[in-house]
């Protein structure tokens, strides 16, 4: 599948590219939200993983924009971050009218357990669509 | 006493706070690469994983000393100065931070205008604040699409010998590094326009500058924007 990456680390980017890339899957890693929006226009992601914060714009203001667009409405998105959930301020019912599928704390995530919960997204995404 | 004790316990526990925010990011690195050497022992990237190990480690463990001196500095209500070779500590400080700027892919340029003697200050502190600043500096400039460079300047100015770090992030002002010092440890990203991330190694060297009655500013020189502090020259005899 083509995921679209956005994450500001560069190292833990390239941890995140290497191992997903290495599970067979195509990533387009950006680092802002701007660039993002570009790369979701022209690869047509199958999932998106967003880091909460990015510079300047934030991972929000991004599912703000990605999500405005009709034929994105669809794509699995996962939100990444080092900072807990509730210490994020976003809800369950926040992240559901952001359309995210899946809230994940980077502290406490493998990249195995990255690797199921993409499986997971994708298949769910494809029985949505065909009903 | 009682007032100023309370007001550095709030101060510590907010810059606690930016800073084990901060350190998350680190351990998730170490924790990652760990698994991908599990995952596929043997691999090409070997190296490269045994490099981020290593660099990731050094910058927390950087981070964390700094703020440690900084709790210990405050133990003493006078800090005295004495004079130290402001050059010596940049080409430290840049041999520092060269794996680290490098693994990002940021260029780094030291730049020492000119001839000078020593300045009053304390080595310890100086060292350790603008390598906690150079690593924040060099994480923010790896967040930009286009990648910049990182400049060490030192360079005599009618106030003193002045010197810091500059980057060709536009955002870096000073209306934005007031708000920020407001919202250290309180927001998850007070610095959202320079840096992902709670910004802690710039608040930790701001910190170490205020003990050295120092203050880091906003500025700019070169067409680049940056953070900076003046120093004052030692009356001691220069042999250069």
Request: proline letters at 3%.
């Amino acid at each position: 599948m083509i995921i679209l990456l956005l994450e500001p680390n560069r190292l833990l980017a390239n941890q995140y590219k290497g191992y997903l890339e290495n599970e067979g899957h195509k990533v387009i890693w950006k680092l802002n939200a701007q660039t993002g929006i570009g790369a979701a226009d022209e690869q047509k992601p199958d999932v998106v993983i967003v880091e909460l914060l990015l510079a300047g714009h934030s991972g929000v203001e991004f599912l703000y924009e990605f999500r405005s667009y009709s034929d994105w409405v669809n794509v699995p998105v996962i939100l990444m971050s080092s900072v807990v959930q509730s210490a994020a301020g976003l809800s369950d019912g926040a992240l559901q009218e952001l359309g995210v599928n899946a809230y994940l704390y980077k502290p406490e995530l493998s990249l195995e357990q990255l690797g199921r919960t993409l499986k997971l997204l994708v298949p769910s995404k494809q029985k949505r669509l065909k009903s | 006493m009682a007032a100023r004790k309370r007001r550095l316990e709030v101060e510590n526990g907010l810059l606690f706070a930016s800073l084990a925010e901060q350190v998350k990011e680190p351990f998730v690195q170490i924790a990652h690469a760990a698994e991908l050497l599990r995952l596929h022992p043997g691999k090409n990237e070997l190296e490269q994983l045994f490099t981020t190990i290593t660099l990731t480690s050094e910058s927390a463990l950087k981070l964390i000393d700094g703020y440690l001196l900084n709790v210990r500095l405050q133990q003493a209500s006078e800090l005295p100065l004495e004079p130290v070779s402001l050059s010596s500590i940049l080409y430290d400080t840049a041999q520092d931070l060269d794996s680290y700027a490098r693994a990002h892919d940021c260029e780094l340029d030291l730049q020492i205008k000119g001839k000078y003697g020593p300045v009053m200050g304390r080595h310890d502190v100086l060292r350790t604040a603008l390598q906690s600043l150079g690593y924040a500096f060099i994480e923010a400039i790896s967040q930009q699409e286009n990648h910049s460079k990182l400049t060490l300047i030192a360079r005599r100015t009618s106030k003193g010998m002045s010197t810091g770090m500059y980057s060709d992030i536009d955002t870096l002002s000073a209306q934005l590094f007031k708000q920020a010092k407001v919202l250290k440890g309180l927001a998850r990203q007070p610095l959202s326009n320079f840096t992902a991330g709670s910004g802690a190694g710039v608040f930790v060297a701001d910190a170490l500058l205020a003990r050295l009655k120092s203050p880091m500013k906003v500025s700019r020189y070169g067409g680049q924007n940056g953070l900076s502090l003046t120093l004052q020259s030692s009356g001691q005899l220069s042999l250069v």
